[in-house]
């Protein structure tokens, strides 16, 4: 019998527990979805749980974890779901054509709170990939790769393993894995796009925090004039479960002040997600006073700018997930 599986009960889960954040973050990397990466995790820990006695410990319990988290992911991946963001399945609605049509709710790359992704790291650089690694684009671009590939890569460059650690992981040879690694990097240089262009948002600096409380004051205040000024020339808005995306200041303020007239009034809280900063929005309550949630939105900053507002409607699922009240009294705004 291991140390491991001599120890407690208690000191089992214990130890156990302490690889949950940085699972969640490998399996949300590997299957795009909040509640299915959650969901693989505890599958996980269970099945680690129930098989502590088969571990011998030849390798790490971090290891094993991982390859248990591994074959969890590719049998969630077999059902073939590619999620995606509004902007990988069309070209940008113009304004006069906006219309909100919803997609199934496995459509779409979901976010994801820091705190449940990103587990504490001392070294400020292997923080700066972490959170580089779940960014909603480089998220998205991942899915663009097989789900090997896929486990590859994160492994290899988010993660840092050697080669032939995850080839022993997959139970194959260091050469698959250099060459699944080399078609991997192929594929997300295709497709990264502006995953690789964003600016780094923690800690934010100086400018970025004034940007953002413009943001706020712009955006609490309806004021489309101030708003346009911090918006890049290009900027998306997406609003996922519709499949429409605008781009473009003039299209975005002209969204806000005609189909979106409805969030005139409305608060932001500030949260993080993705790596990036984040808010929660609140609008106006029309059955009474104070306010109601009405999304999640993950915001990416370039060059000065807001390049993208990412607004994440189905507040049922997001707000219990990012710990956010379901109600804001009037006189708490």
Same mark, same amino acid.
């Not at 991942?142 to 650690?165: D, M």
């Not at 609003?239 to 409805?262: C, E, K, V, Y």
């Not at 990412?310 to 804001?328: E, K, N, V």
């Given at each position: 019998?291991?140390?491991?599986?001599?120890?407690?009960?208690?000191?089992?889960?214990?130890?156990?527990?302490?690889?949950?954040?940085?699972?969640? *973050?490998?399996?949300?990397?590997?299957?795009?979805?909040?509640?299915?990466?959650?969901?693989? $995790?505890?599958?996980?820990?269970?099945?680690?749980?129930?098989?502590?006695?088969?571990?011998?410990?030849?390798?790490?319990?971090?290891?094993?974890?991982?390859?248990?988290?591994?074959? $969890?992911?590719?049998?969630?991946?077999?059902?073939?779901?590619?999620?995606?963001?509004?902007?990988?399945?069309?070209?940008?609605?113009?304004?006069?054509?906006?219309?909100?049509?919803?997609?199934?709710?496995?459509?779409?790359?979901?976010?994801?709170?820091?705190?449940?992704?990103?587990?504490? $790291?001392?070294?400020?650089?292997?923080?700066?990939?972490?959170?580089?690694?779940?960014?909603?684009?480089?998220?998205?671009?991942?899915?663009?790769?097989?789900? =090997?590939?896929?486990?590859?890569?994160?492994?290899?460059?988010?993660?840092?393993?050697?080669?032939?650690?995850?080839?022993?992981?997959?139970?194959?040879?260091?050469?698959?894995?250099?060459?699944?690694?080399?078609?991997?990097?192929?594929?997300?240089?295709?497709?990264?796009?502006?995953?690789?262009?964003?600016?780094?948002?923690?800690?934010?600096?100086?400018?970025?925090?004034?940007?953002?409380?413009?943001?706020?004051?712009?955006?609490? *205040?309806?004021?489309?004039?101030?708003?346009?000024?911090?918006?890049?020339?290009?900027?998306?808005?997406?609003?996922?479960?519709?499949?429409?995306?605008?781009?473009?200041?003039?299209?975005?303020?002209?969204?806000?002040?005609?189909?979106?007239?409805?969030?005139?009034?409305?608060?932001?809280?500030?949260?993080?997600?993705?790596?990036?900063?984040?808010?929660?929005?609140? =609008?106006?309550?029309?059955?009474?006073? *104070?306010?109601?949630?009405?999304?999640?939105?993950?915001?990416?900053?370039?060059?000065?700018?807001?390049? *993208?507002?990412?607004?994440?409607?189905?507040?049922?699922?997001?707000?219990?997930?990012?710990?956010?009240?379901?109600?804001?009294?009037?006189?708490?705004?």
């Amino acid at each position: 019998m291991t140390d491991l599986t001599a120890t407690t009960t208690t000191d089992i889960d214990s130890r156990l527990e302490g690889h949950r954040v940085e699972l969640t *973050g490998y399996c949300y990397r590997m299957l795009g979805s909040a509640f299915e990466a959650e969901d693989a $995790v505890q599958d996980t820990l269970v099945r680690a749980w129930r098989n502590i006695e088969k571990f011998e410990g030849r390798s790490s319990l971090r290891s094993w974890l991982y390859r248990i988290a591994t074959n $969890v992911c590719l049998d969630m991946l077999n059902a073939g779901n590619k999620r995606a963001r509004p902007v990988d399945l069309s070209g940008p609605t113009p304004l006069a054509q906006a219309a909100l049509n919803p997609l199934p709710e496995n459509t779409w790359l979901e976010p994801m709170p820091d705190g449940r992704i990103l587990p504490t $790291v001392a070294d400020p650089a292997e923080a700066a990939v972490a959170r580089e690694s779940v960014r909603l684009a480089f998220v998205a671009a991942l899915q663009h790769l097989p789900p =090997k590939q896929r486990a590859v890569l994160i492994l290899r460059e988010v993660l840092a393993w050697k080669a032939s650690e995850v080839a022993e992981l997959l139970d194959t040879t260091v050469a698959s894995v250099n060459s699944a690694l080399q078609r991997a990097r192929a594929t997300l240089t295709d497709h990264q796009g502006d995953a690789a262009t964003a600016d780094a948002a923690d800690p934010l600096d100086e400018e970025q925090r004034k940007l953002l409380e413009r943001y706020v004051a712009a955006f609490e *205040g309806y004021d489309m004039k101030a708003l346009t000024a911090l918006l890049h020339e290009d900027a998306v808005m997406t609003m996922p479960p519709f499949d429409l995306w605008l781009q473009g200041h003039d299209d975005i303020a002209g969204f806000m002040t005609s189909i979106g007239a409805s969030c005139e009034g409305s608060r932001l809280v500030a949260t993080s997600a993705n790596g990036t900063p984040a808010f929660a929005h609140y =609008k106006p309550n029309p059955d009474g006073p *104070g306010f109601v949630p009405w999304a999640v939105q993950v915001i990416d900053i370039q060059d000065g700018a807001i390049t *993208g507002m990412h607004c994440f409607l189905d507040t049922p699922r997001w707000f219990p997930l990012f710990g956010l009240p379901d109600h804001l009294e009037a006189d708490a705004a």
